[in-house]
């Protein structure tokens, strides 16, 4: 069992958006604004999409957002492109003891 | 752009040790502002954060894995590297080397490596 939870599958149409929860506890998510989203696509590196709750590396598109409330962080696709099939990981620093944290990864589809 | 390059042998026997090299292409293993983590992720399961060096030497460890876990950095070399002793069929994983911005958020990632832990 993951550290942080998240949905094992989200899916939605082209052109939709979907939203990915992560929750972890107070000690984590809720106590930290180091929230990272990682897509990975299967034999591939996983790559940075959001990182400090919501601020995009460059290239990644404004689709791509997030937010985070109390100990659960989102991350939000808007207007699904067939490319946004992925697995998404979020990830959260822990503190100087457990250091850093991944979920559990949500399957996304695109319809 | 950056590039990392991880090697190491894909099979691995139980009770032995496991030796990755990750080289960096470019300068920014001398960049104070970053650090070099190895991040795994065991078949069908998620990602597991082994642990992070930076290049004062300073090491951070998964509390999990702490006491087989050793992360050096070859400045000269442009490399880190991970060590990871007595191996069971659990550490079977693709692993991943990557540069770690600030409290575990991996902006660059190597291409991953499968190891697989069998006699």
């Known amino acids: 069992q993951s550290a942080l939870t998240q949905p094992p599958s989200a899916s939605g149409s082209p052109g939709q958006s979907v939203t990915i929860s992560c929750t972890g506890t107070?000690?984590?998510?809720?106590?930290?604004?180091?929230v990272s989203w990682y897509q990975h696509h299967p034999g591939k590196a996983p790559k940075l999409m959001l990182y400090?709750?919501?601020r995009r590396p460059s290239g990644v598109p404004d689709r791509f957002s997030g937010s985070k409330s109390g100990n659960t962080a989102s991350l939000t696709v808007s207007g699904l492109q067939a490319e946004d099939e992925a697995d998404y990981y979020c990830?959260?620093?822990?503190?100087?003891?457990?250091?850093?944290?991944f979920g559990g990864g949500t399957k996304l589809t695109v319809l | 752009q950056l590039q990392l390059q991880l090697s190491g042998p894909g099979l691995v026997k139980p009770s032995e040790t496991l030796s990755l090299t990750c080289a960096v292409s470019?300068?920014?293993?001398?960049?104070?502002?970053?650090?070099w983590g190895w991040i795994r992720q065991p078949p069908g399961k998620a990602l597991e954060w082994i642990g992070s060096?930076?290049?004062?030497?300073?090491?951070y460890y998964n509390p999990s894995l702490k006491t087989r876990v050793t992360i050096s950095i070859d400045m000269s070399n442009s490399q880190f590297s991970l060590r990871l002793t007595s191996l069971t069929a659990a550490d079977t994983a693709v692993y991943y080397c990557?540069?770690?911005?600030?409290?575990?958020?991996?902006?660059?990632w190597g291409q991953g490596t499968l190891v697989t832990v069998s006699s």
């Open positions: 990557a540069r770690d911005i600030a409290y575990g958020t991996s902006d660059f």
């Open positions: 470019d300068d920014s293993i001398r960049n104070t502002n970053y650090h």
């Open positions: 060096i930076h290049l004062t030497g300073t090491t």
């Open positions: 107070s000690s984590d998510v809720g106590n930290y604004k180091y």
């Open positions: 400090e709750v919501s």
């Open positions: 990830g959260s620093y822990a503190g100087s003891i457990n250091h850093v944290l």
